[in-house]
């Protein structure tokens, strides 16, 4: 296969994991992009009432279990799509889960699209998995390289932060309670993206030969931002005075430790044991561009895309009385 574009006015996109808010926005962003998009979600009542309302916006939905092989490749004959977008994630990271979703629906769904004769892939990875420690990393990591030896034109994206992933405290801040921080508040930085500025650049890359077969690092606009910084904009929007409250990091660590001799012979302590050590990840790992001459993560080398804010993300919360996503 090569990585010849194909009109949009006839170019069907299959997107995988569409139930999630980055699948439901690829699934939307395709359809106002003039694509046909038909997303990939597993049956239940939520997702047949967010299939109800994705159809309202002109966009088509499948129900098929992503852990079953037979189901995806039914996807694909019904769709018969010329490009696929996978946003499949794991809800957990813990081992089996990662192994579950993020190596091997990824893998079916891959092998599937090849049988179908799909010419282009394009992948939703992390950028955290440039310094792999955990198993959903190494999972997806497993994932990229395959996909790379593929015979289709492939693009893999790798965002920072979400804006969701950085909105967990908006209601304590509204409550007057402190915002906790890890150490001082400046142990990581971050160019969060919101998910419509994400979405729009997962489907430019269909059409855009600049991005076809290459690792694509990207953030949302503007400078990074440190944990104590997010705390003091919330604030500052809320009408508040600064409170902040902080933990070390290292308690995740003690925690995993003493799971460890027992992770061996339970799958739940090994899965509690996972849930700690990316605690500690996310608590002391920037989520920007690693910059491997220099050792250190780079602002500068992050890449910046789209147009929403933070600050406007949070003073949309505040103000609509809206609950942060989970």
Same mark, same amino acid.
């Given at each position: 296969?090569?990585?010849?574009?194909?009109?949009?006015?006839?170019?069907?996109?299959?997107?995988?994991?569409?139930? *999630?808010?980055?699948?439901?926005?690829v699934?939307?962003?395709?359809?106002?992009?003039? =694509?046909?998009?038909?997303?990939?979600?597993?049956?239940?009542?939520?997702?047949?009432?967010?299939?109800?309302?994705?159809?309202?916006? *002109?966009?088509?939905?499948?129900?098929?279990?992503?852990?079953?092989?037979?189901?995806?490749?039914?996807?694909?004959?019904?769709?018969?799509?010329?490009?696929?977008?996978?946003? %499949?994630?794991?809800?957990?990271?813990?081992?089996?889960?990662?192994? @579950?979703?993020?190596?091997?629906?990824?893998?079916?769904?891959?092998?599937?699209?090849?049988?179908? *004769?799909?010419?282009?892939?394009?992948?939703?990875?992390?950028?955290?998995?440039? /310094?792999? @420690?955990?198993?959903?990393?190494?999972? /997806?990591?497993?994932? #990229?390289?395959?996909?790379?030896?593929? $015979?289709?034109t492939?693009?893999?994206?790798?965002?920072?932060a979400?804006?969701?992933?950085?909105? $967990?405290?908006?209601e304590?801040?509204?409550?007057?309670?402190?915002?906790?921080?890890?150490?001082?508040?400046?142990?990581?930085?971050? /160019?969060?993206?919101?998910?419509?500025?994400?979405?729009?650049?997962?489907?430019?890359?269909?059409?855009?030969?600049?991005?076809?077969?290459c690792? %694509?690092?990207?953030?949302?606009?503007?400078?990074?931002?440190?944990?104590?910084e997010q705390?003091?904009?919330?604030?500052?929007?809320?009408? /508040?005075?600064?409170?902040?409250?902080?933990?070390?990091? $290292?308690?995740?660590? %003690?925690?995993?430790?003493?799971?460890?001799?027992?992770?061996?012979?339970?799958?739940?302590?090994?899965?509690?044991? #996972?849930?700690m050590?990316?605690?500690?990840? =996310?608590?002391?790992?920037?989520?920007?561009?690693?910059?491997?001459?220099?050792?250190? =993560?780079? #602002?500068?080398?992050?890449?910046?895309?789209?147009?929403?804010? %933070?600050?406007?993300?949070?003073? =949309?919360?505040?103000d609509?009385?809206?609950k942060?996503?989970?």
């Open positions: 296969m090569t990585g010849q574009s194909i009109n949009r006015q006839s170019k069907r996109v299959l997107v995988f994991g569409a139930s *999630g808010t980055i699948g439901q926005a699934v939307r962003a395709l359809a106002q992009g003039g =694509y046909e998009g038909v997303g990939v979600m597993r049956r239940s009542a939520d997702n047949e009432a967010l299939a109800a309302e994705l159809d309202r916006d *002109g966009c088509a939905v499948h129900f098929a279990d992503v852990t079953d092989r037979p189901a995806i490749a039914e996807a694909f004959a019904r769709a018969r799509p010329e490009a696929v977008i996978s946003c %499949l994630a794991s809800r957990s990271g813990a081992p089996r889960d990662a192994d @579950r979703i993020d190596f091997q629906a990824n893998l079916d769904v891959l092998d599937e699209a090849e049988a179908a *004769g799909v010419r282009q892939f394009v992948l939703l990875s992390a950028i955290c998995v440039q /310094k792999p @420690r955990l198993a959903f990393q190494h999972a /997806k990591l497993r994932f #990229e390289r395959r996909l790379q030896v593929s $015979g289709l492939w693009s893999i994206v790798r965002p920072t979400f804006f969701k992933s950085l909105s $967990g405290q908006v304590r801040v509204k409550a007057g309670k402190p915002f906790l921080l890890f150490g001082d508040g400046e142990l990581t930085r971050c /160019k969060p993206i919101s998910d419509a500025d994400l979405a729009r650049f997962i489907v430019g890359c269909i059409d855009d030969p600049a991005r076809h077969r690792i %694509l690092p990207i953030g949302g606009p503007g400078p990074a931002i440190s944990p104590r705390g003091a904009m919330l604030f500052e929007l809320a009408g /508040k005075a600064p409170r902040f409250r902080s933990m070390t990091p $290292g308690l995740f660590r %003690l925690i995993a430790a003493l799971l460890s001799p027992f992770a061996p012979i339970s799958d739940w302590m090994a899965e509690k044991r #996972e849930y050590r990316i605690a500690h990840y =996310y608590a002391t790992q920037s989520m920007l561009v690693w910059d491997v001459e220099a050792s250190e =993560y780079s #602002e500068d080398a992050t890449p910046e895309f789209g147009r929403d804010t %933070l600050q406007e993300h949070y003073r =949309y919360l505040l609509s009385h809206a942060p996503e989970a």
